[in-house]
């Protein structure tokens, strides 16, 4: 790793699976602002506008205003040398932490590598279903967790809840930090990070820091895969069958007779499709077929039984 001069400011931001992390950066990276770094888990978590790509690698995209938005992959610390070793040096990282991960053990790195320094770390709030989530008995802990050593915590969707619903979002959250300062957010109201400003006093460590959680062994990913398309009729019928151990599923599919690529997401149960960003000018590069990814409990039945489900899904004569 380069010797850097001066130390660049990193932001972690996380949440559970469906609060809104990927809106929150595609915002981020569409308000302009000091040259970033944008690290998420995989490009598939993220949607960013195609009028902001320059053209990207498969690792790394290389945005119009300056930015690049890097895929983290299987190495971290490998992502985060080749952002540090850049020949124009970066003015700010922002991190986009795992669903079901502890956005602070990212977090760590910047209170160990002299030349980054620690921010702060925001944490995304669904207002509609965190008071639901922090008493879940298969995530509740895990969704618990990552409050702990947050600076501020968005609540968001708040439009789409009503006021006795906006009540006990913030009652739960406050369960969680009783002083920890939440912002509500929603389309057209997203803060930006100069707006949201960093502690006064940040310690790094605290004595009262809970074990580490093995969330390889409280969650399982699954990914599906065909070459084929979605019959638009049939989708609800398989999402609907689909065990609620399956907490998370997006990605890309093509719907029979339809040219244009959608994006699924369903979120327990709840599910839409949208149409995808058109692809930059310097990349035609378009997603085929269909490619989802999921997150589930532990308890998550075999890849087998949920290709199934999603097969019946399929138009007639697609490839299973």
């Known amino acids: 790793m380069r010797k850097a001069t001066a130390t660049i400011p990193v932001t972690v931001i996380g949440g559970f699976l469906g609060a809104g992390k990927t809106t929150f950066v595609n915002h981020l990276l569409a308000g302009g602002g000091p040259r970033t770094a944008v690290l998420v888990n995989d490009f598939g978590e993220i949607n960013v506008d ?14 119009t205003n300056g930015c690049i938005c890097c895929s983290i992959g299987t190495s971290f610390i490998e992502t985060m040398c080749k952002v540090l070793d850049a020949e124009v040096p970066f003015e700010r990282i922002v991190i986009e932490a795992s669903g079901v991960g502890d956005p602070w053990k990212i977090a760590e790195i910047a209170l160990i590598e002299p030349t980054l320094r620690l921010d702060r770390v925001i944490v995304l709030a669904d207002a509609s279903r965190i008071a639901a989530l922090i008493d879940d008995a298969r995530v509740g802990a895990t969704v618990r967790s990552q409050f702990e050593r947050c600076d501020v915590a968005l609540l968001s969707k708040t439009d789409l809840v009503d006021a006795a619903a906006l009540t006990a979002a913030h009652a739960a959250v406050r369960t969680l930090r009783p002083g920890l300062r939440i912002v509500e957010t929603a ?26 959680s093995d969330h390889g062994a409280s969650f399982r990913s699954f990914a599906y895969r065909r070459d084929g398309t979605f019959d638009r009729a049939r989708i609800a019928g398989a999402v609907a069958a689909l065990p609620p151990e399956l907490l998370r599923l997006k990605g890309s599919c093509r719907l029979d007779g339809e040219d244009a690529a959608q994006v699924f997401q369903m979120v327990e149960g709840v599910w839409s499709l949208s149409p995808a960003a058109a692809p930059s000018a310097t990349d035609r590069t378009e997603p085929a077929g269909i490619v989802l990814v999921g997150v589930g409990t532990a ?22």
Do not use: Y
């Open 299 to 320: 308890a998550l039945p075999e890849p087998a039984v949920l290709d199934a489900i999603l097969d019946r899904a399929l138009a007639a004569g697609a490839a299973a």
């Open 187 to 212: 389309p057209g109201t997203m803060p930006t990070l100069a707006s949201l400003d960093a502690p006064a006093k940040a310690s790094a460590f605290r004595a009262d820091s809970p074990a580490a």
């Open 50 to 63: 195609a009028a902001l790509i320059q053209g990207h690698d498969g690792t790394t995209m290389t945005l």
